[in-house]
């Protein structure tokens, strides 16, 4: 068995956090030696990296600073390979980040962005797309076995948090059944795991489109900036008030619908602006709160999304539903475990993730406090991700622990506080506020909120 299916298995097992980070170590610089002579000869850019840095074996977590891409690594293609339809070229792009090339020749007759991703799909290989807050999304590769371990742990993950196994029961997903983003592929996993599957009930059905996310984040840019021209500005205003009108009856149903299973044990599974605007619009109708059966979970991610909420409003969201606390957790969309985050409030690593937390010049590890407390830029390597190389530098400053966690349940590297680093214009236009933009039609709101920084 190798150091990798060792650490799976443990992550799979039913005290997946119970390892301290210095035990663990060995096993995981064993895992990334073998990874990395699996990977580098299928990867170009990891093989030029490696070259460079002059890295062959893993030694130190040091030794793996090297190896770690941007978090730009896979936005750095040129824009105008998309803008004018360059498949070709956008192919071989792909292909030097994954360990299974693109055919140079594969959607070459698309007519925009969408229709070249479904192309790749056809062909059995799936692209993960981020939203591009200036009109540019983030191309990640994935293959089937990147479907199936997310899947997996996305659901292993919420039943560690919840601290009992969850079974099947109606599952409320509030947000877009089709799309390529991880958020869509998360509200699957989710009613996957744990709906049935003649009650799993989506607020849309809407495919969320990645040309029109491009649009409008580069019309949020414009906008900031003062170039946007009248006509694009109204044009898109009207797109957005038919959204909204969409959007909200979208919403009213899922509402209704919540009424028919109250004294059934649910879950409900959203982003935190979802979820409140489904307690608003629910409230709206009539709906009391806390009339729900007392084993229901809510499952909630993502943060306020760079909207507007009140600073009470997941209080709120416990109060409708008459749960003790949302069950959240850590992740992005580069890696393919999630941190759940335990009663302490704490985001547990699991052990197939390697993190690092670095200087703001990304050159060398911090050493933690002599409590164990280290803040600095996160890094990580995950070992489960297939098709491309899992080490990434993000752009989240966070508050890690190397002590055991209060929670009693792991001696596990744990992170309390998590916020984004502002390092250019562009992370000033946040990527989950143009996704939430997109999908509720809130151009103006966004618009407004676009200086501000996702929590």
């Given at each position: 068995m190798t150091a990798c299916a060792d650490l799976i298995a443990a992550a799979l097992g039913p005290e997946p956090y119970r390892a301290s980070p210095q035990d663990l170590l060995p096993s995981q610089l064993e895992a990334v030696t073998e990874a990395l002579g699996e990977y580098r000869g299928a990867i170009p850019v990891l093989d030029q990296r490696a070259s460079v840095a002059g890295v062959s074996r893993i030694a130190s977590l040091d030794d793996l600073i090297a190896l770690l891409f941007s978090h730009a690594t896979y936005k750095s293609y040129p824009a105008a390979l998309v803008r004018n339809r360059n498949w070709s070229r956008m192919n071989q792009w792909v292909s030097s980040l994954s360990r299974y090339p693109v055919g140079k020749e594969w959607g070459r007759d698309a007519q925009d962005v969408d229709e070249w991703l479904a192309e790749l799909d056809a062909a059995g290989h799936h692209i993960i797309s981020t939203s591009g807050t200036t009109g540019k999304c983030s191309f990640l590769p994935a293959s089937p076995r990147d479907g199936e371990t997310f899947r997996r742990m996305t659901a292993a993950a919420r039943e560690w948090s919840v601290g009992h196994a969850i079974g099947k029961r109606p599952a409320f997903l509030v947000g877009p059944r089709c799309g390529r983003g991880r958020f869509v592929e998360g509200y699957r996993a989710i009613a996957a795991a744990f709906g049935r599957a003649e009650k799993s009930f989506y607020l849309s059905e809407r495919p969320v489109s990645v040309a029109e996310i491009n649009r409008l984040g580069e019309l949020r840019q414009a906008m900031a900036s003062g170039h946007a021209r009248p006509a694009e500005i109204r044009s898109a205003e009207e797109r957005a008030r038919a959204r909204q009108a969409e959007t909200r009856k979208e919403f009213e149903a899922l509402a209704a619908r919540l009424?028919?299973?109250?004294?059934?044990?649910?879950?409900?599974?959203?982003?935190?602006?979802?979820?409140?605007?489904?307690?608003?619009?629910?409230?709206?109708?009539?709906?009391?709160?806390?009339?729900?059966?007392?084993?229901?979970?809510?499952?909630?991610?993502?943060?306020?999304?760079?909207?507007?909420?009140?600073?009470?409003?997941?209080?709120?969201?416990?109060?409708?539903?008459?749960?003790?606390?949302?069950?959240?957790?850590?992740?992005?969309?580069?890696?393919?475990?999630?941190?759940?985050?335990?009663?302490?409030?704490?985001?547990?690593?699991?052990?197939?993730?390697?993190?690092?937390?670095?200087?703001?010049?990304?050159?060398?590890?911090?050493?933690?406090?002599?409590?164990?407390?280290?803040?600095?830029?996160?890094?990580?390597?995950?070992?489960?991700?297939?098709?491309?190389?899992?080490?990434?530098v993000t752009g989240d400053r966070v508050t890690g622990h190397l002590t055991p966690c209060p929670c009693g349940r792991g001696a596990s590297f744990t992170i309390s506080d998590v916020e984004r680093m502002v390092t250019s214009d562009d992370d000033k236009l946040t990527c989950a506020g143009t996704v939430e933009g997109y999908l509720r039609g809130a151009l103006a709101a966004s618009a407004a909120d676009s200086s501000v920084p996702p929590p």
């Open positions: 009424t028919e299973y109250r004294e059934e044990p649910i879950v409900v599974n959203g982003g935190g602006a979802g979820l409140y605007e489904l307690v608003s619009v629910s409230r709206e109708l009539g709906i009391p709160d806390a009339g729900f059966h007392p084993a229901t979970v809510v499952i909630a991610g993502g943060g306020k999304k760079g909207t507007n909420l009140p600073p009470d409003c997941r209080e709120q969201i416990r109060a409708f539903f008459g749960v003790e606390r949302l069950i959240s957790s850590y992740g992005m969309s580069e890696w393919n475990a999630s941190w759940p985050q335990c009663a302490a409030g704490r985001y547990h690593c699991p052990p197939t993730t390697i993190p690092l937390v670095l200087d703001l010049g990304n050159q060398e590890s911090l050493a933690p406090e002599e409590d164990g407390v280290v803040v600095g830029r996160l890094a990580f390597l995950d070992l489960l991700v297939d098709a491309r190389w899992g080490g990434l």
